[in-house]
């Protein structure tokens, strides 16, 4: 409908100047110069046991259409298969899965101009992990619902009836930090235990290595694609038990705990919060420059895990998406 008016609008434009001068001959006029405005494009990223066309992901898109008129919106698929899309969730390796994700971005035309990103849960931080490995095309706002971004010291539990989760809960606990696990069972791949900080940066090739936890020399170029966000919101759900600590989204863990504490317990439920975490004081991913600039928002939501009510999701997807940017300019000669 834009282009149609704009388009409509510069043949009326030309028609005038481009009629001969019955005393000069034919003028020259300088190029009149069209723009056509649109909505920042989305790409969001479903969570733990869901799929790129469920119910809810599709009910959700529709949702964003309507509050942004002729928004483009892009749901990442691992496979087109419903059914294998949500296998993807419990099995594979993450480092493939970005890897791949990265490839179908980089394929589509409409966001090449950069986008907008909303994760939930699992696929806040594997977003995250694009936009510092790749970032090509750009994200502008990265928005990250209950996202696991220093990992979860349990596995998160499952429905009686999803034999699928069962499955691969049970192979996770069986051995979280096995060569195996870390290759093949998503959650695994972000399990940070406080407690063997020591196995899980030698074993994990996921979390570790995008938190720039890993043994060596820190990943530069992490720090320097995640500061050239324009806004990272971090999305705390406020009565969540399924991520374990629930302040991982907001780059919150269990503290390590002492040698000999006085109280396992005790020491096991302190939490260290996103500014006084090794990974923010060193900058190693660029937060702290974000957050420096004011770019970080922290904001909660209520209810348990994942419960995307209306007041939960709605301001923030005015706020962050849809920004209106410059898609098309026509020339008129």
């Known amino acids: 409908m834009l282009i149609s008016l704009f388009l ?6 030309v028609q005038p100047l481009c009629t001969a001068s019955p005393l000069n001959g034919p003028t020259s006029q300088t190029p009149l110069h069209v723009s056509a405005s649109q909505p920042r494009p989305l790409v969001i990223w479903h969570g733990l046991g869901d ?3 469920s119910p809810g992901i599709l009910e959700f898109v529709s949702m964003v259409k309507d509050m942004h008129p002729g928004i483009f919106v892009h749901s990442v698929y691992l496979d087109k298969n419903l059914e294998e899309d949500q296998r993807a969730t419990f099995y594979g390796n993450v480092n493939e899965q970005v890897e791949r994700v990265s490839a179908q971005l ?3 035309t409409e966001l090449q101009g ?9 696929g806040g931080q594997f977003l995250r992990a694009y936009v510092e490995r790749s970032n090509s095309p750009p994200v502008h706002n990265l928005v990250t619902f209950g996202s696991q971004h220093m990992g979860i010291s349990d596995i998160p539990g499952c429905r009686p009836w999803d034999l699928l989760c069962q499955a691969a809960r049970r192979a996770a606990q069986g051995g979280v930090y096995t060569q ?3 290759e093949h069972l998503v959650q695994a791949q972000y399990y940070r235990d406080p407690a063997r900080l020591e196995t899980y940066l030698a074993s994990n090739r996921f979390l570790a290595d995008i938190n ?13 694609n995640l500061a050239t966000l324009n806004t990272l919101v971090l999305v705390l759900f406020l009565q969540d038990k399924t991520v374990v600590p629930k302040e991982s989204s907001w780059f919150g863990s269990y503290a390590v705990p002492e040698p000999e504490p006085a109280s396992a317990s005790a020491a096991a439920k302190t939490i260290v919060p996103m500014r006084l975490q090794p990974l923010y004081l060193g900058d190693w991913i660029g937060l702290r420059t974000l957050d420096e600039r ?3 928002v922290l904001e909660t939501c209520p209810g348990e895990h994942m419960q995307l009510s209306n007041d939960c999701w709605q301001p923030l997807a005015r706020r962050f998406v849809g920004g209106l940017v410059d898609d098309a300019t026509f020339v008129v000669p």
Request: glycine share 16%.
């Open 294 to 296: 004011g770019a970080v």
């Open 8 to 13: 409509a609008l510069g043949a009326l434009l």
């Open 106 to 108: 980089a394929n589509i």
């Open 212 to 224: 720039n936890e890993a043994p060596g020399a820190p990943n530069a170029t992490y720090a320097a």
């Open 51 to 53: 799929s790129y066309g």
């Open 180 to 182: 195996y696990a870390q």
């Open 114 to 122: 950069g986008f907008d990103a909303m994760g939930f849960s699992q």
